[in-house]
Structures are given as C-alpha cells and as structure tokens.
C-alpha cells in the first residue's frame, strides 16, 4: 500500500472517530450538568419565588421533563446543528458564541505564538553547553513557568505592570472611552483594515497582558519539550555519521538535529491547544476578557445549561479540529511514520 493510500486511511479514521468523541463530550457535559449541585430555577428566579411561577418557568424550559426526555431533544438538535437558547437572556447560544469566541481565539493565538518563541528560545539556549547555567538556567525557566498557578500569575502581572507602573490597564479587551472596531469580531484584524491606529494600540495595550501571562506560562511546555527531543536527536546515530563526515557542528545541529526535534514540538502544539482551554478560563476571568471561557464561567454559575453544552462542543469540536490538522502535519513531514 502506497503512503498516500495510508496517509488517507489514516485521516479517515481520525474523521470517523471526531463524532463519536463529540457525542461523548456532549452526553458527559449533559450528565454532569443535570447531577451537579444547583437548580438553574434557583439561579433565574431565586429561592423565595412563587412554587407556581417556579413550575411554570421550569414547564418553560423544558426541565419537567424526564432526563431521556431531555437528552433526545438535546441531541437531535445538537445533529441538527440548533444549540437551543439561553435560559438567562433567552439568545441564541450560536450567537452567543459567534459574539465570544472571536475574542478568545485572538488572545489564545497571540499566547500560542509568543509560548512558541519564547519556550523555543529558551530551549535551544542551552543546547551549546549541556548542563552550563544557560542549561540551567532554561530548565529552572521551564519547570516554573509551567508549575505557576495561572490564577496567581496573573493577579501578580496585574498588580505590577497595572496597578503599580500604570504601564498597561488592569482588564477588559478594549478602551471604554473609544467605539470598538467592527466586522469580523479580532479586533486586531477590524483595526488594521480599517486603519484606525487608536483602535489598533487600544487593542494591543489590552490585549498584552493576558496574552503575555497566558503565552509565558505555556512557553515552558515548548522550552521543555525541545531540551529533551534535541538532546535524544544529538546523541542519535546518523547525527554521529554526519558528525564522522566532518560537518561542522552548527550544520550538524542545524541540519540534522534540530529538524527532527521539532517534530514532537509539533505534535505538543496540538495537545497545548487543549491546555489553552483550562488556562484561558482562569485568565479570562482574572482579566475580565469577554471571550468564550469567561462566558462558560457565567454561564456555569447561573446554571444556564444550552450555553454550558453549546460551548463544550464548540470548543471539543475546535480540538478535535486541531489535532487532527497537526497529526495529518506530522504524518506529511514524516516520512517514518506509518499507519
């Protein structure tokens, strides 16, 4: 069987297998949602409401019903691409999502990118001098920054740089005093389109501190994952042939070592991805960002169970998305691997 035959029989696999990872992420976030503690009834109306206007908006909402009641409607519109309403404000939880997610993936790229140059960086730092300082120093640097509690990290980066330097503001995605740019939802995109610079520094002076906690503290999945790949990649056999030959050791590191380093760097990028979910949260909230994980934190507390569901599959759906991409990458650069 040719490569390419196996190539696509592989990525077949991997599609088929998508829908059934979603319908197991949407039945378990269904599940937990319905045996947690908290009444979205309590959360909407509050505990002293009427028992008949409690039962009324609970006939309302559906949640009268048995819960294998529940889970078909659930899952038929689910197929049918509905994520049903808000229990809260009654909107759409597509468009509630379409209004949040452009500004979490704006913050989760811009973090990625700077996670990557950075981790990579310092992973590489190193590399001349095993166990020198600089090696050192950039192990210390990638077991601390991945060990940092996000939470903590952030509130730390807000008290320096906001409250006691003033150099950059302490929350929000953009200025009050400014009307935000339009159209496609990243502002730092609607900006340079439209030209309008104020709009384009009010975006960036948001936008760097989350960014710069959230892509720091995933840099040392980078930092950690090169060391250790270019390390088993120089103490590799043909890096000794091509040492033997009488390459210098730049081109050997450069050429031979270094490629093959970067490929589980590669795959790492698409389970950091999914890390980015749980990271996010705790620095969209810290931050007050209005992105998609601040929605799910607000929507979690007010029991508001379509917004809770729609955006777990959402966000499910943009993982599975992305590692199968970075999988295929790997495959297509890979020429030892087979399926």
């Given at each position: 069987m040719s490569r390419r035959n196996e190539l696509l029989r592989y990525l077949g696999a991997r599609l088929a297998l998508a829908p059934l990872m979603l319908w197991l992420i949407a039945s378990l976030v269904f599940l937990l949602l319905r045996v947690a503690p908290g009444d979205p009834i309590d959360a909407l109306l509050g505990p002293k409401a009427p028992a008949a206007v409690r039962a009324a908006l609970r006939q309302q909402l559906g949640l009268d019903q048995p819960l294998t009641v529940q889970y078909g409607h659930f899952i038929s519109n689910l197929l049918h691409g509905d994520l049903g309403l808000?229990?809260?404000s009654q909107e759409p939880v597509a468009g509630i999502i379409r209004q949040s997610l452009p500004a979490s993936l704006e913050l989760g790229v811009t973090a990625l990118l700077l996670a990557a140059v950075v981790g990579l960086a310092v992973g590489f730092s190193g590399i001349a001098r095993p166990e020198g300082k600089l090696d050192l120093a950039g192990r210390l640097y990638g077991i601390g920054t991945y060990a940092l509690p996000p939470f903590w990290a952030a509130m730390l980066v807000q008290l320096v740089f906001a409250v006691w330097l003033g150099w950059l503001p302490v929350g929000g995605r953009f200025p009050?005093?400014?009307?935000?740019?339009?159209?496609?939802?990243?502002?730092?995109l609607d900006s340079l389109r439209a030209g309008n610079w104020s709009q384009l520094q009010g975006t960036v002076r948001h936008l760097t501190l989350p960014a710069a906690t959230l892509g720091l503290l995933l840099s040392g999945i980078f930092d950690n994952a090169l060391r250790l790949n270019l390390r088993r990649a120089l103490a590799s056999d043909y890096v000794e042939a091509a040492r033997s030959r009488g390459l210098g050791e730049a081109r050997v590191v450069l050429r031979h070592a270094l490629p093959n380093a970067l490929l589980p760097v590669l795959t790492i990028t698409g389970i950091t991805v999914a890390s980015l979910i749980g990271g996010a949260l705790l620095i969209e909230v810290t931050f007050s960002w209005p992105g998609i994980a601040f929605r799910l934190q607000e929507a979690i507390s007010q029991r508001d169970y379509p917004v809770v569901q729609g955006i777990?599959?959402?966000?499910?759906?943009?993982?599975?998305?992305?590692?199968v991409l970075v999988d295929l990458l790997v495959a297509l650069l890979d020429p030892r691997i087979r399926f």
């Open positions: 808000s229990q809260a009050p005093s400014l009307l935000p740019p339009t159209g496609t939802g990243f502002y730092l777990v599959v959402v966000v499910a759906a943009l993982v599975v998305m992305v590692t």
